[in-house]
């Protein structure tokens, strides 16, 4: 026999589970901007998602899994983000990139939360794992569009370019923490311009 779940205040069941899920996200991304990374606790996140723990159980196994997924939700911010804006730009290589780091610094660079967590979750096991895959798509998807503006491209340059793709996306983590702490001033439009001619001189 089947079981009928009725909505509540005229929202049903998986849609409550979503609104939770929402909600820990939230808090746990407003958690690692007041306190860092390893501050991060399951109760305090709890608490200012306004759940009790058995919520959080049922989306993460433990704050390492909550971490992982605040990372996760990150990246496909920037990739969704990222493909749109390089597909609305100009066909050269300098304007592709500046779309793609632009994308990168509002994303990541100039949001506090999402800045600290990008920087700090280096040490958690789960999270370095996705950084790994992440930093992998995003050198394929960096020379999938060099390519199609370029043609085909030699193991030099090829090399190059992925070299120059993991430097810049590995080298995010000091230049968000250091912007963050105000060790370095620069303008978006400086970052985006410095860090595009440091991509299209690696070709």
């Known amino acids: 026999m089947s079981t009928v779940t009725r909505p509540f205040r005229g929202v049903n069941a998986d849609q409550r589970v979503l609104d939770r899920r929402n909600r820990l996200i939230a808090a746990g991304l407003d958690e690692v901007a007041e306190v860092g990374v390893a501050g991060l606790r399951m109760n305090t996140v709890c ?4 759940l009790s723990q058995r919520y959080f159980y049922e989306h993460f ?8 997924a ?6 496909r911010d920037v990739f969704t983000q990222t493909v749109a804006a390089v597909d609305a730009c100009g066909p050269g290589i300098v304007e592709r990139a500046s779309a793609a ?3 990168f610094y509002d994303v990541i660079i ?6 600290r967590l990008y920087a700090e979750s280096a040490g958690v096991a ?3 794992a996705r950084k790994r895959v992440a930093t992998d798509q995003y050198v394929a998807f960096v020379t999938e569009q060099v390519a199609a503006v370029v043609g085909p491209m030699d ?8 070299m120059a793709t993991r430097v810049l996306v590995g080298g995010q983590v000091d230049a ?3 912007l963050a702490a105000g060790d370095v001033v620069i303008s978006r439009a400086d970052y985006i311009a410095l860090c595009a001619r440091m991509l299209s001189d690696a070709i």
Do not use: H, I, K, Q
């Open 47 to 50: 608490r200012r998602a306004r």
């Open 61 to 68: 196994a433990n704050r390492d899994e909550l971490l992982a």
């Open 101 to 103: 780091l632009a994308v």
């Open 126 to 128: 789960a999270v370095a």
């Open 70 to 75: 605040l990372f996760d939700d990150v990246m």
């Open 155 to 162: 193991d030099r340059t090829t090399g190059r370019l992925a």
């Open 176 to 178: 968000a923490v250091a």
């Open 110 to 115: 100039s949001d506090v939360p999402r800045a």
